[in-house]
């Protein structure tokens, strides 16, 4: 495949990676090794002083994880991207790439727990200011500013809250004021929206969730739009070590084959859900970016090529009889994590939110009573049986 953008996402998915190797191998190998031999002294000297392409180190690049990175920039329409053992690595190395001390970051409030403790709890030591705000309201950005704000970093649809901003005019704010913008792809992945088309600088994903989608490995890739920034990231990864591991990438390489059909399938079983949902007595309000009620549906078809398959809603009941429904499901699985090809349910505010304070996870929307629910390629019918049969002991 000579040029990627001659054909479709899918198959881009099955025939883009960009490796060759001497056997005509029909899948990415394993390079499953920690160090590679240089043809003489030169020829080292030349790879560490990057006047010359070569592999050095796998900390440093790896063939099997160079062939993830560069099918995931072509899908999301950036000059290139670095995958990490994490992906709370990747966001930890774009926090430590792209911020000095005594700059600030305005963020999406209701963003991954993990992200936003990152931030609050540990580089904040070291000088880095941050605001949280509903970004789904420009207006809350743009009072946010400051004079040393040098990014906006954003989640959307936002997590868990499924709340979206619009990714547009979030990289015209940035940009007027010397910004980055930064956005967090989880929960839609390559196949349903790409930020860098929208303006965005960066973009990053949790690989272990839509991007991967069989719940067996954990990583993070994050791709730049242009080279001085992924060089910056790229750099930071080297010396903090974040790197992702040839057998995590042939694993991902594996799953993201997939993808197109997994987020089809599992969108179409969203909708039916959501809509059961909707109509059950003892729920009280459905979050869900296909349904007719949900707000932004207009700014949902702007940006996004779908309605994904995350569903945020709430129980008559309140937490408790979220609790009753967790712990009744037969079929669905009660744990964190999103994006498999698995149905899972989880209470955010004491699981995946819960180590931000909870006057932060009250200003994010991220109440008591919302449960999250990642849908999967199951039947749908299954799925809405064992929904039936949980909620009514709730």
Not at 69 to 97: C, K, P
Not at 238 to 250: C, E, K, T, V
Request: glycine share 8%.
């Amino acid at each position: 495949m000579e040029n990627p953008k001659d054909y479709g996402f899918s198959s881009q998915l099955i025939h883009y990676s960009g490796h060759h190797d001497e056997y005509k191998s029909a899948t990415v190998p394993i390079y499953q090794t920690s160090t590679f031999a240089f043809e003489c002294a030169e020829d080292g000297a030349e790879c560490f002083a990057g006047t010359k392409q070569g592999y050095i180190y796998t900390r440093m690049g790896n063939p099997t994880v160079k062939a993830l990175e560069r099918q995931i920039a072509v899908l999301e329409h950036g000059y290139d991207s670095i995958a990490f053992s994490s992906g709370m690595a990747a966001v930890s190395t774009v926090y430590m790439a792209l911020l000095n001390s005594n700059e600030h970051m305005i963020s999406s409030a209701a963003v991954y727990g993990a992200s936003r403790v990152m931030m609050e709890q540990h580089l904040s030591r070291f000088g880095v200011q941050s605001t949280y705000v509903n970004t789904a309201d420009l207006n809350e950005i743009k009072a946010a500013i400051k004079p040393n704000t040098k990014m906006i970093y954003i989640e959307t649809p936002a997590n868990p809250t499924m709340d979206i901003t619009d990714i547009e005019a979030c990289a015209e704010i940035a940009h007027s004021i010397g910004a980055v913008l930064v956005v967090d792809n989880t929960f839609c992945s390559p196949y349903l929206q790409n930020p860098i088309d929208l303006g965005a600088d960066v973009v990053l994903h949790s690989v272990t969730k839509f991007i991967n989608g069989h719940a067996d490995i954990v990583g993070g890739i994050v791709i730049s739009k242009t080279k001085e920034l992924n060089d910056k990231i790229k750099g930071m990864m080297f010396n903090l070590g974040g790197n992702m591991d040839p057998h995590q990438a042939y694993m991902v390489i594996r799953g993201v084959k997939t993808l197109a059909i997994r987020i089809e399938r599992a969108q179409e079983n969203a909708m039916k859900v959501a809509e059961f949902l909707e109509n059950h007595p003892k729920v009280e309000w459905v979050k869900y970016p296909g349904l007719a009620s949900f707000k932004q549906r207009d700014l949902v078809a702007k940006q996004m090529k779908g309605t994904g398959t995350m569903i945020s809603f709430g129980l008559k009941g309140g937490l408790e009889s979220g609790k009753k429904l967790m712990d009744n499901v037969k079929m669905c699985i009660l744990a964190v994590s999103l994006g498999g090809i698995e149905t899972l349910i989880q209470h955010p505010a004491s699981m995946t939110h819960s180590k931000m304070s909870p006057e932060a996870r009250q200003s994010a929307g991220i109440g008591e009573g919302l449960v999250r629910f990642s849908v999967g390629i199951e039947d749908a019918k299954d799925i809405i049986n064992d929904l039936q049969q949980a909620l009514e002991k709730a």
